[in-house]
């Protein structure tokens, strides 16, 4: 099983010639959830071969203009498009004000059945199929909420304990229906010919200063999305307006134990990301800095992470 991130953008407050405003569309188990969709989302979706009627869910960090003004737009195609089942979208409560204006900015025939969730508290705050989708507070000039989806731990069959008892073909299959199994050599439970398989976990950390709600967001979590807005000589800008650092985000990742770190939410100042990437890989080497229409791709199995591009007609 995989888990597929696909950057539509890497800028904050100001997109500039390669960077669009943010937004971050996964895939993970029969799952489609996006994430701060920022102005001009849905060419950037087309762009990248997504289709935004496949939206399920939409989670906000926060109200600021680079992570919600792709809304409108998503919502209008999402009711054009007549989706028959719920869209799920989960928001800090406090923008309520901010949200039914985006919602009811234009016209359009809206038969769309949209369940809204508003985070009042930190916690579990929605079940997505296997997923537990749980929302941590940030410390930001507004009301910001981070995400951390928990696929929880499981059990597969160990190949080998079932050889060893000489369990295969239909049986397997009894064995996995009744829980138990008869053999010549007794009764046999799932438990017994079982190994667990550990969480899996994807962290999207927002908008913030540094604190212990990095912990909370990325402990040992297998792809972080993080935002990176700048480099570790603009501390002071960072502090000011209450953000982070490539120093920040990659020595949290490093000691949260993190697999991955994927870094975006670039400010304009900086050209050339390489020079972040640098950064962040001096402290933590599995870092990346993200680029609008790249695509990564985590295989749990193996725990390989592929990259690749996702624009069409890229030259
Ligand atoms: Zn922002
Ligand atoms: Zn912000």
Redesign the pocket.
């Known amino acids: 099983m995989s888990m597929e991130l696909n950057i539509l953008g890497t800028a904050s407050q100001l997109p500039t010639e390669t960077r669009n405003h943010g937004g971050y569309f996964l895939r993970w188990e029969d799952q489609a959830i996006l994430f701060d969709p920022g102005e001009g989302i849905q060419r950037q979706f087309i762009l990248g071969g997504l289709s935004v009627p496949s939206v399920r869910i939409i989670c906000l960090s926060?109200f600021?203009g680079?992570?919600c003004l792709g809304l409108p737009g998503v919502i209008q195609r999402l009711a054009l498009a007549r989706v028959p089942y719920p869209i799920m979208l989960i928001y800090p409560q406090e923008g309520e004000a901010y949200l039914t204006k985006l919602l009811s900015c234009s016209e359009f025939q809206n038969d769309l059945i949209l369940q809204k969730i508003p985070i009042v508290k930190e916690g579990v705050i929605a079940q997505a199929g296997k997923l537990h989708i749980e929302a941590v507070a940030l410390q930001?000039?507004i009301p910001?909420y981070g995400y951390r989806l928990v696929k929880p731990k499981g059990y597969r069959f160990d190949k080998e304990k079932l050889q060893a008892l000489e369990i295969s073909g239909k049986s397997v299959g009894i064995l996995q229906k009744n829980g138990k199994l008869q053999t010549p050599k007794g009764i046999v439970t799932q438990d017994h010919v079982s190994k667990e398989v550990p969480p899996q976990i994807f962290a999207y950390v927002a908008?913030t200063a540094p604190g212990n709600h990095l912990k909370t967001l990325m402990k040992d979590a297998d792809l972080v999305l993080c935002e990176t807005t700048y480099l570790k000589d603009d501390a002071e800008l960072a502090l000011q307006y209450k953000h982070l650092t490539t120093k920040y985000a990659a020595t949290a990742a490093k000691e949260n134990e993190v697999k991955y770190l994927i870094a975006t939410h670039f400010s304009e100042r900086y050209g050339d990301t390489n020079v972040i990437e640098k950064e962040l890989r001096d402290i933590f080497p599995r870092s990346y800095a993200a680029h609008d229409f790249l695509r990564y791709t985590l295989e749990f199995k193996t725990g390989k992470l592929t990259i690749e591009t996702i624009r069409k007609n890229d030259e």
Request: overall charge negative.
């Open positions: 926060h600021h680079d992570h930001h000039r910001t908008d």
